[in-house]
């Protein structure tokens, strides 16, 4: 079979298009990783929040208690 240029048999311009696909495809897929890091980091940070403002609520509360404990002994 004869070559002509990049259009050979099964030739150059496929294996280069075979390869682009792949080098799209793990681009793509380092992308969609990226966002969903970047989502769990979101949501990480998200849940530490909801954690802290449990743990201020709590506080108060407990302090609460405390001084209606306090004013219970002082009368």
Do not use: C, P, Y
């Not at 048999?9 to 990226?34: A, Y």
């Amino acid at each position: 079979m004869e070559s002509n240029g990049l259009w050979d048999q099964g030739g150059f311009l496929t294996e280069m298009r075979k390869d682009t696909e792949k080098s799209l495809v793990v681009f793509v897929n380092e992308i969609s990783g990226k966002l969903n890091e970047s989502e769990l980091i979101d949501k990480k940070r998200a849940g530490v929040k909801k954690e802290g403002a449990r743990s201020v609520a709590l506080l108060r509360a407990a302090e609460e208690d405390k001084e209606s404990v306090q004013n219970r002994i002082r009368v």
